[in-house]
């Protein structure tokens, strides 16, 4: 699929977000009212800001409320319902801790609200039949470990963000297996998209159009395999095994953590790139592209 810019910034500083209130739901971060606001100000501004990107990707962003009318049977509807209760109940928790009251069960409910709205994010993709790389279990595990990962750093948990770096960078080598092996044997094939399989062996003719439109511009994307192996590599480095790496060998201050921060953070725009970039659509059959 071709990588909407909106969509990128929205599940990557979300992400972000709903992990660092993830993180001081659960206790982590210590210190005054001034700690607190610091904390909570970057919570809430990161997940506010992935949430304003997600309205460039609608079609009608004015009528954005529409989004949350559709939760017993749309992810994306859970979602929104979800988001808005993890912000509501981390700033109803986050105003008592500057206040100097910190409540652990309201800061476990916090938690929990922004887990699952990443969870949500991440079935949104995960439940799509129609991109056999996205639908697996390794989908959702990704997007939790990277929020968990880089709100750990944000968070100032290094021991946890290690396991976790650790644990998303192997998540995202056996989603790129699985998914490679998906794309090579596809459960759905030319001859069962058009159900002539019963006839032979067919072959694609001519394209559907003559001149591209709005499925070749969108849903059969294709990247070159050179770019995109190289874009793998660089997107695990800089979101995993540098900030692994570098955390393990050094003593982890300011300046050493908000580079750890800004390396995770530019690896995870580039893998995110990569995930949308080579998730193809099944309607590819009918261009010769799948």
Do not use: K
């Not at 808005?84 to 801790?97: M, Q, T």
């Not at 996205?134 to 750990?152: D, Q, V």
């Amino acid at each position: 699929m071709h990588p909407a810019p909106s969509i990128i910034v929205f599940t990557v500083l979300s992400g972000l977000g709903f992990g660092l209130m993830a993180w001081l739901g659960a206790g982590a971060a210590h210190g005054g009212p001034l700690v607190a606001a610091a904390f909570a100000a970057l919570a809430l501004g990161l997940a506010g800001a992935g949430l304003l990107a997600s309205l460039l990707h609608l079609g009608q962003p004015r009528r954005f409320l529409r989004a949350f009318s559709q939760w017993r049977s749309s992810w994306l509807s859970r979602e929104a319902v979800l988001a808005v209760a993890a912000i509501s109940v981390f700033a109803a928790y986050a105003l008592l801790w500057i206040l100097g009251l910190r409540l652990a069960p309201l800061g476990a409910l916090a938690a929990a609200l922004a887990l699952a709205a990443v969870f949500c994010t991440a079935m949104i993709y995960a439940q799509m039949r129609t991109v056999p790389r996205w639908r697996s279990p390794l989908t959702p595990a990704i997007f939790l470990l990277s929020a968990l990962a880089g709100g750990a750093l944000l968070a100032d948990a290094i021991p946890a963000a290690q396991v976790l770096l650790a644990a998303l960078a192997l998540a995202q080598l056996a989603a790129w297996a699985r998914g490679d092996r998906a794309v090579a044997a596809p459960d759905t094939t030319l001859a069962s998209a058009t159900g002539l399989g019963g006839l032979g062996a067919p072959r694609l003719l001519a394209p559907p159009h003559t001149g591209p439109n709005y499925v070749t511009r969108e849903m059969v994307h294709v990247i070159g395999r050179r770019h995109a192996a190289r874009l793998r590599a660089a997107g695990l480095a800089l979101a995993a095994i540098l900030p692994l790496a570098v955390s393990v060998a050094l003593p982890v201050g300011h300046l050493v953590g908000a580079a750890l921060v800004l390396s995770h953070l530019a690896g995870m725009l580039v893998l995110r790139w990569i995930f949308f970039a080579e998730a193809e659509h099944v309607v590819g059959l009918y261009y010769g592209r799948l």
